[in-house]
């Protein structure tokens, strides 16, 4: 982890175990610190740049008993190759329109979120959020975080992703979009474009979170080549078939 010049104490917790929500019949803990005061942004950058991310005002890792299948992952957005499925997403959604927000929660937002859920996590516990916990979600970022807003010709709302801003990259903290649109593959376009503001701002990485070969929810990630993992001896650049054994030897 960076050298992280602090001007008070900081404290690491270690949650209870619960189910994992990602692999069946596998419990999940985490270690969590707070993020808060003048030292937040300073703390945030070097726990992401260590494999942690951030909820709320909180920054999480997993610690799971016996399981170390989460791993940190980001683009290298100066070297990421397209493939030809990824051109034709990124042809598709041509005519949308981009506009960066603040993070600020709106009910327009929050129905799309809702509509996302139910149709694809509908028995998770984000299924069950009212608005309020939404707004939490948006706003309660002690860091520089904002909303992209994905918009057709006519102003209808089809796609959202809360992001943090980086010293050193972009970091896609949740997503949602229409679920009714599978061929415009809303998910995969969010990413491309994060790529392309990234290399816009001059920024090298896009960070996305857990890459998770045994769920079906996390496993796309592997496609945006190459992909950095973080493990025991740093960042390293993986591609999609040194992945499966590279897996034992993180956390």
């Given at each position: ?14 949650t209870a175990a619960l189910p ?10 985490k270690i969590v610190t707070e ?184 496993a796309y990630k592997s496609r ?28």
């Open positions: 982890m960076d050298h992280i010049p602090l001007k008070r104490p900081h404290f690491f917790f270690t994992c929500p990602y692999i069946t019949g596998r419990l999940e803990r993020l808060n005061g003048s030292d937040a942004e300073i703390l945030h950058e070097a726990l992401s740049r260590a494999g942690f991310r951030r909820s709320h005002s909180i920054a999480y890792t997993p610690a799971c008993p016996n399981c170390s299948a989460c791993i940190p992952v980001r683009i290298a957005a100066r070297h990421f190759q397209s493939d030809k499925t990824m051109r034709k997403v990124w042809r598709i959604n041509g005519d949308l329109i981009a506009r960066m927000v603040p993070a600020r929660a709106t009910a327009e937002q929050f129905k799309l979120f809702s509509r996302y859920q139910e149709s694809r996590h509908g028995n998770g516990d984000m299924a069950l959020m009212g608005f309020y916990d939404y707004r939490s979600m948006v706003e309660d970022s002690p860091i520089d975080t904002f909303l992209l807003e994905f918009r057709q010709a006519d102003d209808t709302l089809v796609a959202v992703c809360l992001t943090d801003r980086m010293s050193d990259g972009l970091s896609a903290v949740y997503s949602f979009y229409v679920p009714e649109m599978p061929q415009r593959s809303f998910g995969t376009f969010m990413v491309l474009w994060l790529i392309e503001e990234s290399l816009r701002l001059g920024l090298p990485y896009v960070y996305l979170g857990y890459w998770i070969a045994e769920s079906r929810k996390m945006f080549k190459p992909l950095e993992a973080f493990g025991a001896n740093g960042w390293q650049p993986l591609d999609g078939d040194v992945f499966q054994n590279q897996v034992p030897q993180f956390r």
